[in-house]
């Protein structure tokens, strides 16, 4: 199973960014999805989930309104859309899988694979 993260990069508030998860070695249209994010001092954070047909999407009140998941499962792509960024944004953002078996449980502790992470960072 491989998740590669890009299209991260420094943007001042009020920015958008637009990250990219390319996933490997799994059939991806089988699995919903996960972006959660690691601010400096912090735990990680859960951002958002997709489900298997992209139909079903799940935000944090943080950047509910803001960010937009989606999935392109013929490209085995996950995707981010980040408007309107704020300094409190900035955060190593990583695209996750979630186990099977996760049900309604949108919590970290259904993820069963990561990526390796892209920085995001909104300033002036």
């Known amino acids: 199973v491989q998740l590669v993260e890009s299209g991260g990069g420094m943007v001042q508030p009020g920015g958008s960014l637009r990250l990219s998860c390319a996933t490997s070695g799994f059939r991806f249209s089988t699995y919903d999805m996960t972006w959660a994010r690691q601010a400096p001092g912090k735990g990680p954070e859960w951002v958002s989930s997709?489900?298997?047909?992209?139909?079903?999407?799940f935000y944090a009140d943080s950047v509910k309104g803001r960010f937009t998941i989606s999935r392109d499962n013929a490209n085995n792509t996950l995707y981010l859309q980040m408007n309107s960024l704020k300094p409190e944004d900035t955060a190593l953002y990583y695209c996750?899988?979630?186990?099977?078996?996760?049900?309604?449980?949108?919590?970290?502790?259904?993820?069963?694979?990561w990526g390796q992470g892209t920085q995001v960072t909104v300033s002036l």
């Open positions: 996750a899988r979630r186990s099977l078996d996760a049900n309604d449980d949108l919590s970290l502790d259904t993820i069963d694979y």
């Open positions: 997709i489900n298997t047909n992209g139909e079903g999407t």
